[in-house]
């Protein structure tokens, strides 16, 4: 035997031995791994037979007391934006921005020479008129009087004479009317305040042409604002209307005096929602002598919404969304069966549901999506 044959037997007899060595040390490590899987495996199979452990509550009727949040705008109890009746100047000014009026109190008064002449010529039409009639009522009383001597007048004169006289007195009633409306037309060059208030415009001075809206003033001369007496307006969403008709009084605050509340009743409900913003108006009436408030503020309204009895209740954790459906998950059997519902009113962590549930269903108490329908569940203690 060779040098070389003898080597080559000397590599396959380490090789083989190492063969030996490696499948020996590798057999107490799969022995382990194997071990393992079957302790994992024994473990999710006493899980899956025992279910999830949840917790459960018993569905039970009740009524839930909650309160909405709401941006209001305060306005002013009444307003008016005055103009002129009539084309005319500005001859004097009584008040200024920010004045207190009183209802009654002049403004301002106008000027308006053309109808002093119109006054003129309806009074003189006026009293032609008065004559003509005095003269054709005389006439005819004479020729009455005069007709019941038979054979004097004639039966035609006389009806001529009294339609004379019953058109004379038409004319003169004509006369006498726009003569009046003359004089009523000058009494709008004196310019009133309609209600008591302050003056949140002014827009014109001495000497401004004005007249009515549109045609010889784009502005009014003066608005009047009610302000000791105001209006809260909110509108309420669609979903919260039939709640909001049973609040009364409601509780807002303003940016400009924090740390302020202030307290209103709801005096008036729109009764119709506006067709954009799906909403109902409410109104309350606030009493503002002191003017603290200010029309055009925006106020934060708290409003109450009592709730309805004999509704279910359920913690808010009990309810699942997701991009499918609103539910709760039920306890039926054992088994987790995903009931959907409807959400009411929310207050302090509960929430109002509706759906198909009758008393003293279990719910999960921690409701998820994990949990999917005949999952097996185990109630734990609370």
């Known amino acids: 035997m060779t040098k070389r044959h003898t080597n080559i037997m000397n590599v396959k007899k380490y090789s083989l031995s190492y ?61 008016a934006d005055l103009y002129a009746k009539v084309n005319s100047y500005v001859k004097n000014v009584s008040v200024d921005l920010g004045s207190q009026v009183a209802a009654g109190q002049v403004l301002a008064t106008l000027e308006a020479p053309e109808m002093n002449t119109q006054l003129l010529e309806a ?67 004196t310019i009133r305040a309609p209600f008591s208030g302050v003056i949140s415009q002014r827009n014109v001075h001495p000497g401004t042409y004005v007249g009515p809206a549109g045609k010889g003033s784009d502005k009014p001369l ?88 004999e509704m279910y209740v359920v913690p808010k954790s009990a309810i699942v ?5 609103v539910f709760v998950i039920k306890s039926v059997n054992n088994k987790a069966v995903w009931v959907p519902v409807r959400r009411g009113n929310e207050s302090n962590g509960l929430v109002e549901i509706f759906g198909n549930l009758s008393d003293n269903d279990q719910l999960v108490q921690n409701g998820s999506d994990e949990i999917k329908e005949g999952t097996l569940l185990q109630a734990v203690a609370k």
Do not use: W
């Not at 969304?321 to 459906?325: A, I, T």
């Open 19 to 79: 063969r030996v060595m490696t499948a020996a040390a590798l057999l107490p490590i799969g022995l382990f791994f194997s071990s393992c899987h079957n302790t994992q495996a024994e473990d999710e199979t006493h899980t899956e037979s025992q279910g999830v452990q949840v917790k459960i509550i018993h569905l039970q009727k009740g009524q839930l007391d909650a309160s909405l949040k709401l941006p209001g705008e305060i306005k002013p109890f009444q307003f």
């Open 321 to 325: 969304s997701n991009s499918e459906k």
């Open 222 to 309: 003066f608005r009047l604002e009610e302000q000791q007496k105001l209006r809260l307006s909110v509108a309420v969403p669609e979903i919260y209307t039939d709640d909001a008709h049973h609040a009364g009084d409601v509780r807002f605050t303003v940016k400009s005096l924090p740390g302020d509340t202030f307290t209103a009743h709801v005096n008036r409900i729109a009764g119709s929602l506006d067709v954009k913003l799906r909403s109902e108006i409410l109104e309350m009436d606030i009493t503002n002598k002191e003017r603290r408030l200010l029309p055009g503020m925006y106020a934060e309204v708290q409003m109450p919404l009592p709730g309805k009895k």
């Open 123 to 189: 009074q003189s039409r006026l009293h032609t008129k008065e004559a003509m009639f005095r003269a054709s009522r005389a006439t005819y009383e004479r020729l009455l009087k005069t007709s019941k001597v038979p054979g004097t007048i004639s039966p035609n004169d006389l009806d001529m004479a009294f339609e004379k006289m019953s058109a004379d007195s038409a004319e003169l009633l004509s006369s006498r009317s726009s003569y009046h409306e003359v004089q009523q037309m000058l009494t709008y060059l």
